[in-house]
């Protein structure tokens, strides 16, 4: 039983170690980012995370109201 614990420690060590290498080894080491808005290709598409499009909504001009008069007239 003892010789499986500390087989799966080092199997997860080694793990850990491995997934971090970029991180532990270099000077500048950090994770990737993960959000949305820091992704080239959604960038290139135009996907925003939803705090970012909720602060575009909120800083427009025009109400929501006029938007949608102004796109049932199309």
């Not at 950090?30 to 909720?54: M, V, Y």
């Amino acid at each position: 039983m003892i010789k499986v614990l500390i087989l799966g420690s080092i199997i997860l060590f080694i793990a850990i170690l491995l997934m971090g290498m970029r991180v532990f080894f270099t000077k500048k080491g950090e994770f990737p980012s993960l959000h949305i808005g820091d992704s080239k290709p959604l960038q290139d598409r135009g996907i925003h995370c939803a705090t970012s499009q909720h602060a575009e909504e909120m800083n427009r001009r025009e109400s929501p109201i006029e938007r949608m008069l102004k796109s049932e007239k199309i």
